[in-house]
């Protein structure tokens, strides 16, 4: 059975950071991209971060773009995402996503962490 377990969402103060991590287990994780997503009320899932199975390629929406910064430990199989200078914008439930590379349409979420960025 497969699992991702989010942790290390919080109430923060604007500028604060926090460091969100996905455990994985069920899935070889290795051949996995992994993104993170956020979603508010009443707004779709935003597509934040994404890094590739090997780790050697990431991208961003441009909204966090020199403030967050995806990472995987792929013996420990855990996806992260620091992130810096947060601001109430970046207020929501934030999701990881594990998108197979070997099965076509095989992909998994997670229950989500709050972050909540405010004073």
């Known amino acids: 059975q497969v699992h991702l377990v989010e942790s290390g969402g919080h109430l923060v103060q604007p500028g604060g950071s926090l460091r969100l991590s996905c455990s994985a287990s069920g899935i070889t994780f290795s051949t996995y991209t992994m993104s993170w997503y956020r979603q508010v009320p009443g707004k779709e899932r935003e597509l934040v971060a994404s890094?590739?199975?090997?780790?050697?390629?990431?991208n961003y929406v441009d909204s966090v773009k020199g403030r967050f910064t995806i990472s995987r430990d792929n013996a420990r199989n855990v996806l992260s995402l620091q992130m810096n200078s947060l601001n109430s914008e970046d207020t929501a439930m934030y999701y990881c996503?594990?998108?197979?590379?070997?099965?076509?349409?095989?992909?998994?979420w997670g229950q989500g962490t709050q972050v909540t960025v405010s004073s």
């Open positions: 890094i590739s199975p090997s780790g050697d390629a990431t």
């Open positions: 996503k594990a998108i197979s590379r070997r099965t076509v349409g095989q992909f998994y």
